[in-house]
């Protein structure tokens, strides 16, 4: 996924040979940049697009191995991005995010149980105390736990930038 910083375009490019060369890009969509992508399994992709206005997560998804992409809407509301996608053992899936609205500094979660149609309400996995922090990243372990790993200019006890990380268990299904 690539994206150009003067128009806020995103394009998806493709390669057959594991990174020798790529297809022509397809443009996922206008008004967009910092891009995640998720394979869903028969030629089926979904991308959490980060817009530039409102600063908000939209989904995109392809039917076609990414030849085409559809905007699926907002996911998000503004100041909460840009996203990461995970599928979890059980099957869900996990949108891990960035929350900048003043009121709930943090890192927020929401999960999916039908490929991202709808979600659930957000989950608060961290606080910070500065809008400067996001950029959330998840891993499921062996044991069903996952590590969501996030960057913060200040948080609760440490007032500089570091990265957290959070440990917890997804709610049942």
């Not at 940049?33 to 028969?42: I, P």
């Not at 490929?115 to 659930?120: I, K, L, M, N, R």
């Not at 990265?163 to 709610?171: A, L, N």
Request: charged fraction near 25%; proline fraction near 5%.
């Amino acid at each position: 996924c690539h994206y150009s910083a003067d128009s806020y375009v995103t394009f998806v490019s493709t390669s057959l040979d594991d990174g020798m060369s790529f297809v022509k890009p397809v443009k996922l969509g206008e008004n967009t940049n910092e891009t995640a992508l998720l394979h869903l399994g028969n030629k089926r992709w979904l991308a959490a697009a980060r817009t530039r206005d409102p600063a908000d997560i939209h989904l995109y998804r392809s039917e076609d191995d990414g030849a085409t992409w559809a905007d699926q809407g907002a996911v998000t509301r503004a100041r909460q991005h840009p996203g990461h996608l995970l599928r979890l053992a059980d099957g869900r899936l996990l949108l891990t995010y960035g929350d900048r609205v003043p009121e709930e500094l943090g890192t927020q979660a929401m999960l999916s149980s039908d490929e991202g149609e709808t979600w659930g309400e957000p989950l608060r996995l961290a606080e910070v105390t500065s809008g400067d922090s996001g950029y959330p990243a998840s891993v499921q372990l062996a044991d069903g736990t996952i590590v969501t790993a996030y960057y913060a200019k200040s948080a609760p006890g440490c007032d500089r930038y570091h990265m957290g990380v959070v440990v917890w268990e997804p709610p049942a299904q």
